[in-house]
């Protein structure tokens, strides 16, 4: 498999805002696979990192044959370098909490709904600070959460001071950026590297050869639309919330949201029992949420009812299972009680064709270290 921030590969550790046009984001990324072996290798969206500006000089000498020293320059850019920074200091540390109507925090919990189960009301952090990257002030803003597991996940957002920017203009990207980041985060810690791609891309085509495009946005997926939060209605970009939310968890599962279109559902395997798959249907119609049939060993044993919170987007809905099927499973069967259990068959008579196969949690360790 491709290595990819949507195959989980990488973490996001820092967005940080282009000083030339606000709509544009660089994503810092860290490679988990240098990550697990003690080292820190970096990866930015910015020419100057693919075009690896800073080896340019010894690159030349090389190629006129005047160096004769092999010195290899990692390979960097001012915004791997802030990312390193953050990587050193930010640690595991408890940040001051803030409470849930904070706009940062409220615009969070709102575009990403299963944030809103999983975080509890007293579980969110924030730091701000005013920090230089290449003599250019930015505003940095680092967002904590802890899940009611006990995990914690920081995103880290960097906004350009040089744009006006508010508390509340603010709240979308960090929400945006910080929500997708977190949740990630969540899913990479339990041991399903799912995470989806992120929400905003910014990918410069190079004069003269081809750039290294990661993780295109989807098709229908505008700028607008990414920015936009969960349940305001007028947000200028004539979407719907069940088509905001749909968005989100189109993002959120980058290609398995075509599997799930295609075939109807998506498989969770348990982390709690071996042999045991959880599987999650979508009425086609997106109208009303369908029972959970679970596997055991192969074999479809029950259906378990779920029932959604009011007024919340099917789609919204689905994710938040989802994400708690995997995020905190315990959490979720707790709340299934004897009398939300039915036999199989209760919610349609569609037979199973495809198996549903368990597959063990992997990185647990690592991602715990
Ligand atoms: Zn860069």
């Given at each position: ?274 042999g045991r798959v ?15 049939r679970v596997f055991e060993n192969g074999s479809y044993t029950r ?41 199989t ?7 199973e064709?495809?198996p549903a196969?368990w ?11």
């Open positions: 498999m491709a290595r990819s921030l949507r195959n989980g590969d990488f973490d996001l550790t820092l967005a940080i805002q282009s000083p030339s046009s606000p709509d544009r984001w660089y994503r810092v990324l860290l490679d988990r696979a240098s990550a697990r072996v003690g080292e820190t290798v970096l990866s930015c969206d910015c020419v100057g990192w693919r075009q690896d500006a800073r080896n340019a000089p010894a690159r030349r000498a090389l190629a006129a044959g005047r160096s004769d020293t092999g010195l290899r320059v990692p390979r960097g850019c001012k915004h791997t370098d802030v990312a390193t920074t953050l990587l050193g200091t930010a640690g595991g540390g408890a940040m001051p909490r803030y409470r849930t109507d904070h706009p940062y925090v409220g615009a969070t919990r709102t575009r990403w709904a299963p944030l809103r189960d999983f975080v509890p009301e007293d579980g969110w952090g924030m730091q701000e600070a005013r920090i230089t990257v290449s003599a250019e002030p930015y505003h940095l803003v680092l967002l904590q959460a802890t899940g009611t597991t006990g995990t914690t996940a920081t995103a880290a957002i960097a906004f350009a001071a040089y744009h006006p920017a508010t508390l509340g203009s603010r709240a979308a990207p960090v929400g945006e950026w910080g929500g997708y980041t977190i949740a990630a985060s969540f899913c990479r810690q339990a041991g399903v590297p799912l995470a989806g791609e992120p929400p905003l891309h910014f990918a410069e085509a190079l004069p003269g050869r081809s750039a290294p495009r990661r993780a295109p946005l989807q098709p229908g997926t505008s700028t607008r639309a990414i920015l936009a939060i969960g349940d305001q209605r007028d947000l200028g970009d004539r979407l719907t919330p069940a088509q905001r939310a749909e968005n989100t968890l189109r993002l959120f599962l980058g290609p398995q949201h075509a599997l799930l279109e295609r075939q109807g559902f998506l498989d969770v395997s348990s982390g709690l029992t071996a959880y599987r999650l249907r979508r009425d086609p119609q997106r109208r009303y949420e369908r029972r959970v259906d378990l009812c779920i029932v959604r919170a009011q007024s919340v987007p099917e789609a919204d809905h689905f994710l938040t299972l989802l994400f708690g099927l995997i995020a905190d499973e315990r959490r979720i069967l707790s709340v299934v009680q004897r009398g939300n259990i039915f036999r068959y209760s919610d349609g008579q569609e037979r064709t495809m196969v597959q063990p949690r992997t990185g647990q360790a690592a991602a715990a270290a």
